[in-house]
């Protein structure tokens, strides 16, 4: 059963969550970085509104695994602290979504800066 909170405490445990998982995991921070410094680049180089929207839902689903990722964690360690085959798979699948979705950002991001990039160096 799950209690009812006022909308405004739900926004507030869900920035309470990501002010935990920006102090907490450095490589959500470091996620965070490069997607930030990704969107000064793509309004640097005029990124039209759909290029702008893909590389948003890029950079956003490389956020949410990371913290879908932690959140698995903390559950996994709070069930059974000790090493357990099944907890290890569970834990090291959700680190292989987070590492797909990371690789794929890459990819999308040199699909979506390099044309512009070359264009600027020409």
Known sequence: MSKKHSLSK??????????????????FRIQAVIAILSLFLATALKLSWLEMSILILTASTV??????????EALVDLVSEEIKPKAKIA??????AVLLSAIL????????????LFKLWS
Not at 63 to 72: K, Q
């Open 10 to 27: 739900s926004f507030a445990y869900a920035f309470e969550g990501l002010g935990a998982a920006f102090k907490n995991q450095p490589n």
């Open 63 to 72: 956020l949410i695994l990371e913290l879908i990722n932690t959140a698995l």
């Open 91 to 96: 834990k090291d699948v959700s680190a292989a």
């Open 105 to 116: 950002s890459v990819v999308v991001g040199i699909f979506l800066f390099l044309p512009k």
